[in-house]
């Protein structure tokens, strides 16, 4: 009985993980500019991608002009070559996944 319900837990597990990344992937969207960031964050629900320069003060600026905050820096992806800062167009240090609190 032990074995099948660590086996069970295992596949529970599992079936959430990929449940959330899912969502995750099917919930963000990368956008290109200050712009559309903006435009983007006043949809509900969703998690934006953009390029960060890794300053505080542009976080805080993003954060007062759109009340979006950074919620990850994901570990899984490469450096974002070519990428900019969606605030002050500096090289991006980041690809940060932006979102709103409700
Ligand atoms: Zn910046």
Partial sequence: VE???RALLAEIQ?????????????N???VASYEEFQRAIEEPGGFLEAGWCG?????????ED??????????D???????SC???GK???ELAVFARAY
Avoid: M, W, Y
């Fill in 3 to 5: 074995e099948r319900v």
């Fill in 14 to 26: 599992q079936s959430l993980f990929r449940r959330a990344l899912e969502f995750r992937q099917a």
């Fill in 28 to 30: 963000t969207h990368r």
């Fill in 55 to 63: 300053d505080a003060a542009c976080e805080a600026k993003i954060k």
């Fill in 66 to 75: 759109t009340k979006a905050t950074i919620r990850v820096l994901p570990l």
């Fill in 77 to 83: 992806r490469p450096n974002p070559q070519g990428l």
């Fill in 86 to 88: 969606l605030r002050c």
């Fill in 91 to 93: 090289a991006a240090a």
